[in-house]
């Protein structure tokens, strides 16, 4: 049995490779590739490689190489037709049952991109011609020289409502096919005849992933209407799925480009002709998830550089909403908001165009950021019925989040920035009261408190038992600096994943930059468990990652526990470690049961107080959970 290439093409684009292997090999993301040790034979160190924007792996040892087609076949012992069902069930893709009509429709689309190939090189060659001049001299103004049209490939179509028609005919291509290609428009009056879609424009072919051309763009010259023109969709070309200039920032990809998305065909080129080789364009509509799934196979956090003006903001606003039912780890969008007025094509062309853009680039804002600014600018929050109406709308909004471990950091991050927002709108009689922990002396078991003893520091542990080492840091950063110690600890012992491995894996950071390194920490321990701490620590910084690792390991983190310094026996390394995630969890449950009774005392109605009641026996389980004793 035999499917239609095109059917084949959209299955490989669909699946992540690296999804696919990484749910029987354990991979460590190296650069841009994924290495791992090799399924198809023995060894102990990794020579499996996955490129998931080339869409192959290879192993360097024993020579196995494919797609992810042939990676089902070959680990499951599948045959080729099993093999695609299992990944199109996979995707939610139908499989095309073997026909007459299949084996024809494949013979038609190879024909069709014969087809477009002619209509290509037909709209070039009439820029070049006489009735071309005008669009030649367009092309001139706009900046372009004639390498950079030769190599997209720019064409015009002449204002004659037959002249692709006639042209095509010369090449014995039937008037069905050239209809079928979205060359042809077959007026709904049968006594018409079809004439040419595109008239007196200047030609943009839009090539598919492996550059043929699929279907063309055309600005009109002059006023006339549309302004752009796109071709229909056909068997070859859906507007939704491809990119203009996806095959050239394929290729730009692989060599560390920044992924750029722009609006326009023109932006695309002038970025281009500036070294930015990674620029696409979505094709006349907003992006779409299957936009932002091709963006994601070339970067992890692509760049959507949009128009300031009213129309560019609502394409901001849009792609975010498509955006964030298909996040998932490691895979997000950046957001870069042009000055009004500006379109990158208008930049290029002006003096300092190239360092106020560099600069628009490098202020990109992240999604999350995006988010919370499309739900709270502007609100105000200075009563419990708007402050309710803020908290209902953001969680509706992640709510969204597919992914489970994505939505519970959007989660944690706005959580913490709800109540630093609502902090500063409540009055003076409402700010919570210093907490136990601040308080010195004896030690608390439910607080974690400190005590001093001679001229010593220390922390008491729930048992009662003195941990010396660790200094009381002040107040106003006591969260961060708990969170660093707990990260620096195992950075500089590792071998203490197993012990604390799970509970960390849990825990939030109330610091990003700090939970971001929490989070890459845990991966690459995960991915190779015999690291020691110094080879770690060049991991991370490869990672782009030394500036949090200095921040955590190196500065005053370690001046207030000394039990999490690399010379410090495990046993000690431990117990240090247990007193401060017992301490940190205790202080998180104060800061909500302090927020819940601000709720209360800011509305006193029944359903606030059954509010508070399940919050605050929440947060009793909780503690109870964690300050339990041994027997």
């Known amino acids: 049995m035999s499917f239609p290439q095109s059917f084949l093409d959209d299955l490989r684009a669909r699946v992540d490779l690296a999804d696919v292997v990484g749910s029987s090999v354990k991979l460590i993301k190296r650069g841009r590739e994924y290495s791992g040790l090799c399924p198809f034979h023995s060894e102990k160190s990794p020579s499996f490689t996955v490129n998931e924007q080339k869409g192959f792996y290879h192993c360097f040892g024993c020579g196995a190489h494919g797609d992810v087609i042939s990676f089902i076949m070959n680990t499951r012992g599948l045959t ?244 964030l039912p298909i996040l998932r780890p490691g895979k997000s969008l950046l957001f870069s908001i042009l000055p009004e007025g500006d379109d990158p094509d208008s930049l290029m062309a002006a003096d300092d165009g190239m360092t106020r853009f560099r600069k628009i680039l490098d202020q990109a804002v992240p999604m999350a950021e995006l988010v919370w600014r499309l739900d709270t600018a502007g609100r105000p929050t200075d009563t419990p019925e708007r402050r309710a109406a803020l908290e209902a709308d953001i969680h509706a909004r992640i709510g969204a989040i597919g992914d489970e471990a994505v939505r519970h950091q959007y989660q944690a991050m706005f959580k913490d920035r709800i109540w630093k927002l609502f902090r500063g709108t409540r009055d003076d009689a409402a700010r919570p009261a210093r907490s136990n922990w601040q308080k010195s002396g004896a030690g608390n078991k439910k607080t974690g408190s400190y005590g001093k003893r001679g001229n010593k520091n220390y922390v008491w542990e729930p048992a009662g038992k003195a941990v010396p080492g660790m200094a009381r840091p002040a107040t106003g950063n006591r969260r961060h600096v708990q969170d660093g110690i707990l990260i620096a600890t195992l950075i500089n012992h590792p071998a203490l994943l197993d012990d604390i491995g799970e509970r960390l894996g849990v825990y939030v950071c109330i610091d990003s930059d700090l939970d971001i390194l929490r989070r890459a920490v845990l ?109």
């Open 80 to 323: 080729f037709v099993e093999a695609v069902e299992v990944l199109a069930n996979q995707v939610g893709m139908d499989v095309p049952k073997p026909s007459r009509e299949a084996q024809e429709r494949e013979k038609k689309a190879k024909t069709l991109y014969d087809v477009m190939e002619v209509a290509c090189v037909f709209f070039e060659r009439n820029l070049r011609m006489p009735e071309g001049r005008e669009g030649l001299d367009y092309f001139h103004a706009r900046g372009l020289d004639d390498k950079t049209i030769s190599d997209f490939r720019l064409g015009y179509a002449s204002d004659n409502r037959g002249a692709l028609k006639a042209a095509l005919k010369r090449e014995d291509i039937d008037e069905r096919t050239m209809i079928e290609a979205g060359l042809l428009i077959e007026p709904e009056d049968q006594n018409r005849q079809s004439y040419d879609r595109f008239r007196g424009r200047v030609m943009f072919p839009i090539l598919d992933r492996r550059g043929r051309v699929v279907a063309f763009g055309g600005r009109v010259m002059g006023d006339g209407k549309p302004k752009y023109l796109n071709s229909p969709d056909t068997p070859l070309f859906h507007k939704g799925q491809l990119l203009y200039g996806l095959p050239q920032a394929r290729e730009a990809s692989q060599h560390g480009a920044e992924i750029i998305v722009t609006e326009g065909y023109m932006d695309v080129i002038a970025l281009h002709r500036a070294g930015y080789r990674g620029a696409v364009a979505p094709l006349g509509t907003a992006v779409t998830e299957e936009q932002i799934g091709e963006l994601w196979k070339m970067a992890n956090e692509p760049i959507l550089c949009l128009d300031g003006d009213a129309a560019g903001k609502r394409a901001a606003v849009r792609a975010a909403e498509r955006a």
């Open 523 to 631: 991966k690459l321990l995960d991915g190779d468990p015999g690291l020691d701490s110094e080879t770690l620590k060049g991991h991370l910084k490869r990672d782009g990652l030394s500036e949090t690792v200095l921040r955590a390991v190196e500065s005053d983190v370690m001046a207030h526990a000394a039990f999490a310094r690399p010379e410090t026996p495990l046993t000690r390394a431990l117990a240090g470690w247990e007193q401060v995630f017992s301490m940190a969890v205790s202080s998180l449950a104060d800061e909500e049961a302090k927020y819940a009774v601000r709720q209360l005392a800011a509305d006193v109605s029944d359903e606030e107080w059954e509010r508070f009641s399940h919050r605050r026996d929440d947060l009793a389980r909780r503690r109870e959970n964690v300050f339990k004793l041994d027997d």
